[in-house]
């Protein structure tokens, strides 16, 4: 049943599946095993970079698009829930007609970006989601009196969902189960069945269609398969899971402005974690997902120390500086596409297949 | 070649453009300030286009971090001229232009050396490969914009323009200021050459071809290669310059220049055709005439006009204006 | 520089080619110094598709050789393999004596071999006068082009002097054909090889094609030719080599395959 349930897409490697299983356990007990804000924080974004990540991935891994515009239907989400919140008032009406407001909107967008993707080559493709993501992060913070222009918006969320509501009066287990908690397992729940569906779309028979337009768009449209419907369609539901994932952003940030959402970091982000993960593996991007959040939040605590100590050189203690963590992303990044092309995921499966041998 | 083979559609564009804008602008002096504007805003992007539009073409090489070298270009710059004060600070034009004449080669210089590791370093091992190409130079921009914010730090520095090349002059009615004309005059300068060299050079004719076809240049004897190489490094180094002429225009630089500029060079190669000179031109004017026509008329939609114009341009000829032959 | 990732996944590559039938070859024996260029057992993968299944092919000095068989063959690959276009995956390619498996392209062309591809390889967007400048490696303007040379090639070919400022790519297929062999001689060369030059050609243009190898034979260049169009072998080669299922199954003389029409039947079911 548990084979059923991950669409039969097995680990294929023993590590790999002790940490899958590991990271399950410490997502879903993380308020209690990680006592404190910020590790909650942590949690949080992992549900959220996941359910991102993997939706990147189906578009990238899985079909072959590139495509920069997939931040642009992360903000989308979460400005939805922002938008509605903010002008409906914090009910859950409010919040159910921010997420599908936002969900249609991507619907449309994402069609029509995916239809023009077809008419145009995939480098001149990639260049202008680039420039579209870019256009609309200015257009995000210029529409101030609908968007919170630069400064982007705070808003309330329903009742059950705020810091200040307890659900029980004492502490279970030593943590209180408050607003902050229960949004937690709302994100993980969401996160959870997300992740579970997108395992069942690319474990079927459309997914397996979406790999053979991937290795040979020519030989695929030979044999019958209309790549034009294919390629839209996952294009549309590659971006409608992006925005469910900025919907779970908002909700948890409380907040949504053009950077929170809309950066180019965050797309760099995205490419790390699915480069480093394993393109084409949906546990490539949870497996890196949390690596990745859990390093930079606490590896930029590292690098202070370690910027501290070399004090005494000026350069170096400059190149280590907890502000300069993008370098070492670049670099970690780019050291990842030579030597890891296929990514952690990939590096395990294939270890493990040797073994075997 | 003879005119009649040249296809004179596209270079309509521009007057069309110029002259379709001419009834919103109000009063004739507006619209010639603004063009004089755009013209030397896309005389400056030309000349970073111009070196990447090549090395797309050439080696189908699709270097997503080339903003690297214009910001590189644009922060060099102001050190060179923060060291001359009492250059720029005077009031004689050739005294002035003794001082960024030097900016402008050191930048060039710097920006050309980087370019030569970056094409060693970073594109070489990933030939062939696209969705690399594109991951590893991004990273490569990243890299190169944390390591100046390290170098020059990561808030934005000032780079006033020296003193005779400030103001403007008077055409007419029109004020028309005395930078944007030296860009104009720069910018048709670096176009003049390059033509110059591809068509009256071999090492240009090798160029054009290897554009068409890498594998038949090869057959021929030539280590096309090495002619990549050279066409990367200048490319870099003209986005040096590039990026001095662009840090002067605004008259301040910050370390995230490459990426913003970035956009735009991608709108004019895509508007111009992978591997067109002249199309890389006409992007560029295009390009930049629209962002000061709206910038003046709708500010809120400046960059998405650019993108609008780029689609229309790209369901009109879907590989560009110029596109070129073989690919 | 071509990059063929090896494609797994979905499509499996095509069967492998039944074994050829009954023929055997039968060599012509040659002493070493007169095989200008020799292939020894070469075998070239394209991707997951093994297309040469081991070759042996010998070039002689000085003579034509024509190299014939039914499309897929791999005749083309075997041209392509020599140039260094692509790889061979096994055994020897010899020009001269020295081993040029492992060379780049542009080292091979070095060695005086002057290629032309079946799509011609012209450059469309340059005048003729630029292709052929770019084919003349020792001149670096046009003036410096040999000047006698070209009086020649324009003898043999008068659309490349007629349309010599014009575009290539206004040329009609066969003038563009024209275009193609006059660049591979624009500068002696030790060694042509050429892919199907009569194709499209009009047959008044056949002859012109015809004289301008024979001529070049006369001046003691080697020639390795594709062809489909009999009847152009027939005039012009000295040796022949027929290919099928990516070997050679047959090499000896031409004459001596034109006199034997059995052997023509079941090499290329027809008769020269």
């Known amino acids: 049943m548990l084979k059923r349930l991950i669409s039969n897409d097995l680990p294929r490697s023993r590590v790999l599946a002790v940490l899958l299983v590991a990271l399950l356990v410490a997502l879903a007990f993380a308020p209690f095993i990680f006592p404190g804000v910020k590790a909650l924080n942590v949690a949080a974004k992992v549900l959220i970079f996941l359910v991102l990540v993997a939706s990147f991935d189906l578009l990238l891994g899985y079909t072959g698009i590139v495509s920069f515009a997939h931040t642009m239907f992360f903000g989308i989400g979460a400005y939805g829930v922002a938008i509605a919140s903010n002008h409906l008032g914090p009910t859950w009406g409010a919040l159910a007609v921010g997420v599908l407001g936002a969900l249609g909107l991507t619907l449309a967008l994402s069609l029509a970006v995916g239809l023009f993707s077809l008419r145009v080559r995939a480098i001149f493709f990639a260049m202008i989601t680039l420039a579209v993501a870019s256009a609309f992060q200015t257009l995000a913070s210029q529409l101030s009196e609908v968007t919170g222009g630069e400064d982007g918006l705070s808003f309330k969320l329903p009742p059950v969902l705020s810091p200040s509501f307890e659900l029980f009066e004492n502490p279970v287990l030593g943590v209180m189960v408050d607003g902050k908690l229960i949004s937690y397992y709302l994100l993980f729940a969401v996160a959870l069945c997300l992740l579970l569906a997108l395992l069942r779309i690319v474990n079927s028979p459309f997914g397996r269609v979406l790999q053979a337009i991937r290795e040979n768009e020519f030989r695929a449209e030979a044999i019958g398969y209309r790549v034009v419907v294919y390629r839209t369609l996952s294009s549309v539901m590659s971006a409608l899971f992006a925005c469910l994932a900025g919907a779970m952003l908002a909700v948890w940030l409380r907040y949504n402005g053009p950077d929170t959402s809309l950066s180019f970091e965050i797309m760099m982000d995205v490419l790390l974690i699915v480069v480093m993960g394993g393109m084409g593996t949906v546990y490539g991007a949870a497996i890196g997902s949390a690596l990745f959040l859990v390093a930079q939040s606490y590896l930029q605590d590292l690098l202070r120390l370690a910027s501290e100590a070399t004090a005494a050189v000026p350069t170096l203690s400059a190149l280590l500086s907890p502000d300069r963590w993008l370098l070492w992303l670049g670099v970690l990044f780019v050291l990842s596409v030579y030597y890891f092309p296929t990514g952690i995921v990939g590096r395990l499966r294939v270890a493990a297949a040797l073994r075997k041998r | ?327 | 520089m071509s990059h063929y990732h090896s494609k797994t996944g979905l499509f499996a590559p095509p069967p492998a080619p039944a074994q050829v039938a009954s023929v055997k070859p039968a060599r012509a024996p040659l002493p070493d110094a007169d095989a200008l260029l020799r292939l020894e057992g070469v075998h070239t993968h394209i991707g997951a598709y093994h297309i040469l299944h081991g070759v042996d092919l010998v070039v002689p000095r000085g003579q034509l050789t024509m190299l014939l068989g039914r499309n897929g063959a791999g005749k083309t690959t075997t041209l392509r393999t020599i140039m260094g276009l692509w790889q061979a995956s096994q055994g020897k390619v010899v020009f001269d004596g020295q081993d040029i498996t492992r060379l780049h392209t542009p080292h091979i062309a070095h060695l005086n071999i002057a290629y032309v591809p079946e799509n011609m390889g012209i450059f469309a967007d340059l005048t003729v006068k630029e292709n052929m400048l770019l084919a003349a490696r020792h001149a670096k303007r046009a003036s410096q082009m040999d000047e006698a040379r070209l009086q020649w090639i324009f003898k043999l070919f008068p659309a490349v002097e007629k349309f010599w400022n014009h575009p290539a790519g206004k040329l009609s297929g066969g003038q563009k054909q024209m275009l193609a062999v006059s660049r591979a001689i624009v500068e002696p060369r030790d060694l042509l090889i050429i892919d199907e030059p009569s194709k499209g050609l009009a047959p008044v243009m056949i002859n012109n094609m015809i004289d301008a190898f024979q001529q070049l034979k006369a001046s003691g260049v080697t020639i390795l030719l594709v062809e489909q169009n009999i009847h152009f072998a027939k005039r012009l080669g000295d040796q022949v080599a027929v290919m099928d299922n990516g070997q050679v199954v047959h090499a000896g003389s031409m004459q001596a395959l034109a006199d034997d029409e059995a052997l023509q039947q079941s090499l290329l079911g027809l008769a020269l």
């Open chain 2, 1 to 327: 070649m003879s005119l009649r083979d040249i296809d004179l559609k596209p270079l309509l564009l521009v007057p069309a453009l110029a002259l379709a804008v001419l009834p919103f602008m109000g009063s004739p002096s507006t619209w010639l300030t603004l063009t004089v504007a755009g013209l030397a805003m896309g005389m400056i992007i030309f000349i970073i286009a111009s070196g990447l539009t090549l090395v797309f073409g050439l080696m189908d090489v699709l270097n997503f971090g080339h903003g690297v070298f214009i910001a590189l270009g644009a922060f060099v710059a102001t050190s060179v001229l923060g060291s001359m004060g009492d250059w720029t600070g005077s009031d004689e034009l050739w005294r002035n232009l003794v001082a960024v004449l030097p900016a402008m080669l050191v930048a060039m210089a710097v920006a050309g050396a980087v370019g030569l590791a970056f094409e060693r370093f970073i594109v070489r091992p990933v030939y062939g490969q696209h969705l690399k190409q594109i991951l590893i130079t991004m990273g490569g921009m990243i890299i190169g914009e944390e390591l100046i914010k390290v170098i020059w730090g990561p808030q934005q520095i000032a780079l006033p323009l020296p003193e005779a090349l400030r103001g403007g002059i008077y055409l007419g009615d029109a004020a028309v200021e005395k930078y944007r004309l030296l860009a104009v005059v720069v910018g048709a300068l670096v176009f003049a050459v390059q033509v110059w060299v591809l068509s009256r050079t071999k090492i240009g004719l090798l160029i054009r071809a290897g554009v068409q076809d890498r594998e038949m240049v090869e057959s021929l004897g030539y280590r096309i290669r090495r002619v990549f190489v050279g066409v990367f490094v200048v490319g870099s180094a003209l986005a040096g310059l590039g990026g001095v002429m662009w840090g002067l225009y605004q008259q301040n630089v910050v370390p995230q220049m490459g990426a913003q500029v970035n956009v735009l060079i991608f709108i004019v190669i895509i508007i111009g055709g992978l591997g067109s000179t002249g199309g890389a031109l006409i992007g560029a004017l295009l390009v930049g005439l629209m962002a000061n026509y709206t910038g003046f008329l709708a500010p809120k939609v400046a960059l998405f006009s650019n993108i609008a114009l780029m689609v229309a341009i790209l369901l009109w000829r879907p590989q560009g204006v110029y596109p070129v032959a073989n690919r």
